[in-house]
């Protein structure tokens, strides 16, 4: 079983940037398709981001050009880059591993 953590979330005013971050203890990590979902209140989970174990990315439609995902193998560590947020993103965003690992998730407002 991989364990996953999320760090950086935090509040943030529209139109500024906040950087996720996640770490996964699994000697294979290179090897994994990892992904950040998110869930709002009284929403379903929604996939956000994902990035295969070659580096190709898929977005959500309504965070392409604002989001960036991103990976670091060799620190074991998936990114997620977010500008221009808007109050609409705000949610618990939660690091996967498409493989029925999540972390505990880390919230992210956006608010004025």
């Known amino acids: 079983q991989v364990q996953l953590v999320e760090l950086g979330g935090g509040l943030v005013q529209p139109g500024g940037s906040l950087r996720l971050s996640c770490a996964a203890s699994?000697?294979?990590?290179?090897?994994?398709?990892m992904g950040w979902y998110r869930q709002a209140p009284g929403k379903q989970r929604e996939l956000v981001a994902g990035?295969?174990?070659?580096?190709?990315?898929t977005y959500g439609d309504s965070v392409k050009g604002r989001f960036t995902i991103s990976r670091d193998n060799a620190k074991k560590m998936v990114y997620l880059e977010m500008n221009s947020l808007k109050p609409e993103d705000t949610a618990v965003y939660y690091c996967?591993?498409?493989?029925?690992?999540w972390g505990q998730g880390t919230q992210v407002t956006v608010s004025s």
């Open positions: 990035i295969t174990s070659g580096g190709i990315t």
């Open positions: 996967n591993d498409f493989a029925g690992d």
């Open positions: 699994t000697g294979i990590f290179s090897m994994y398709h």
